[in-house]
């Protein structure tokens, strides 16, 4: 956080009543958020993200949410019946649109990929083919998740000093 950015929230803390002392642990705590795990971007395997074929969008909204700690934010029934779910700002929605989900899903990039896994095993999800993969010249943690609706998603985080 900027010095700037600091001043502004102490005064404005003052303003609503935080005291210094309680503005800074606000700060810290904020600070070390920033290194749990999160979902950074999604990209799906076949055309839209926001649009994985499902055949029930309640079972679907439960599902993630429960497992993969999403959360529902958008809901509608035109153009297709679509459920749009958030984690950490990155989106995955999914659709009632004849497609077949054995044949899509998402590659989802994470941070702190080793504390995804653990939360994600926590929550009941089976994790598979934990490895590192080689693409453009750069290493990636790497692994696989099957959903009971059949897709599939790939969660990557590239290995930082690795060449």
Request: aromatic share 10%.
């Amino acid at each position: 956080m900027t010095d700037t950015c600091r001043l502004t929230n102490r005064w404005s803390a003052t303003l609503i009543g935080f005291s210094p002392d309680a503005l800074a642990r606000r700060e810290e705590e904020s600070t070390a958020m920033s290194n749990e795990p999160r979902f950074k971007k999604a990209f799906p395997y076949q055309k839209d993200v926001l649009s994985l074929p499902v055949k029930d969008l309640d079972a679907a909204s439960q599902w993630y949410c429960a497992h993969f700690g999403m959360v529902e934010v958008e809901r509608h029934e035109k153009p297709v019946p679509t459920v749009i779910l958030e984690r950490d700002g990155t989106r995955i929605g999914f659709s009632v649109n004849g497609g077949d989900p054995a044949q899509d899903g998402a590659a989802v990039l994470v941070s702190n990929i080793q504390e995804i896994k653990d939360e994600l095993e926590r929550n009941g999800v089976s994790i598979g083919n934990w490895r590192v993969d080689e693409r453009g010249g750069e290493r990636h943690q790497v692994f696989f998740v099957v959903a009971p609706d059949g897709l599939c998603y790939y969660f990557h985080e590239p290995i930082q000093g690795a060449a």
